[in-house]
């Protein structure tokens, strides 16, 4: 089972709960079995013959975690309790055993799986089809590409791999990271700047893992805009900068930081503290889809911890995010949105 990999998470998670403030979802839905503890002794029990995934409370438990991989990062240990459910997702697949909406959902993904190419150059960017749906924050992109004369070739299109295999479909996955590489390779691009940070999280960690090898280098927007040497003309003043589930937990990448910087944000702390998620399920790609209910009670519980809810910015890494934020009545930009204002 691929469960087996995470063994310290499962022999340690099931006896700490040191982590349970964290769970993004456990913190709405104010139960147990959303915490990596209980998450853990489920999956301790199926070796012991006490639970399986037969148990379809325990199954939905598994596909309702919002994978911010906050306790990852804040583990004492580091202890891989978000690989783990992964890597429990994936098994539950591999056993005939995943819900029908899930089944669902990653056939429809699996078809998304095409990309058009438009514009010439070896340098592209991946308009994926979640930005795509926020024309504030495609209209940031071009704006910023144009103000460092730089033309790349426009790559729309569905699923790169990501979403199914946060779903635990690891072979349609990964012969979805296959096709894209390639068209990558029959584009003939050498560097592709991505929006949005699961799609760089997808091709930076998850191709190496599949074996897949990538043409070309891939950088987040904000590190290319970084790399751009922009001259802001403006500050961006007060911000509340929300740290990305991907760009932090997941990558570690200090561009967003960097940017800010940049672009002369005066970043003030959000909410009570810097370690959990304001993402609204981030991690989990496409918890919207499976559970809308929930994005929505993690936004307002992102909304109840504002300063000013109707007037403070919040800066995003992810349109998901930022989605999720303005439907309850919070001003949301992301980060490119903040950085072309200032030119
Ligand atoms: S991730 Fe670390 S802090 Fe969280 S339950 Fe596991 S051992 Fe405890």
């Given at each position: 089972m691929n469960i087996t990999a995470y063994d310290s998470a499962i022999h340690n998670c099931r006896f700490c709960f040191m982590c349970r403030h964290l769970s993004a979802i456990g913190n709405v839905?104010?139960?147990?079995?959303?915490t990596p503890r209980v998450r853990a002794a489920m999956l301790y029990g199926l070796g012991t013959g006490t639970n399986s995934f037969d148990d379809d409370d325990f199954v939905e438990a598994l596909y309702r975690q919002d994978l911010s991989a906050c306790c990852v990062r804040h583990c004492v240990n580091h202890f891989d309790e978000n690989g783990l459910a992964l890597a429990a997702r994936a098994d539950v697949v591999e056993a005939g055993k995943a819900p029908e909406a899930v089944k669902a959902l990653a056939a429809e993904l699996a078809k998304t799986s095409v990309w058009k190419a438009a514009g010439n150059g070896d340098v592209a960017w991946f308009q994926d089809a979640t930005t795509a749906t926020d024309k504030a924050a495609v209209a940031a992109a071009k704006k910023l590409f144009a103000a460092a004369k730089a033309s790349p070739k426009v790559i729309t299109g569905g699923c790169i791999g990501k979403a199914l295999k946060v779903l635990g479909f690891l072979p349609e996955a990964k012969a979805a990271a296959e096709k894209f590489a390639d068209f990558l390779k029959d584009e003939g691009v050498k560097t592709l700047v991505v929006s949005n940070p699961a799609a760089y999280d997808a091709l930076t960690k998850d191709y190496t893992d599949f074996g897949v090898k990538l043409p070309c280098k891939v950088l987040h927007i904000t590190q290319w805009i970084l790399g751009a040497k922009l001259k802001f003309a403006k500050a961006a003043g007060e911000v509340y900068p929300l740290a990305d589930d991907f760009l932090r937990n997941y990558d570690n990448i200090d561009a967003p930081e960097k940017l800010l910087k940049a672009i002369k944000a005066e970043a003030r702390p959000f909410g009570t503290n810097d370690e959990e998620t304001y993402c609204c399920g981030e991690g989990a790609i496409v918890l919207d889809k499976l559970h809308p209910e929930l994005v929505e009670a993690l936004a307002k519980y992102v909304a109840a911890r504002a300063d000013n809810a109707k007037k403070d910015t919040l800066a995003v890494g992810s349109v998901f995010t930022k989605r999720a934020l303005v439907k309850a009545g919070l001003k949301a930009v992301t980060f490119e949105e903040l950085a072309a204002a200032c030119l």
């Open positions: 839905r104010f139960t147990e079995v959303d």
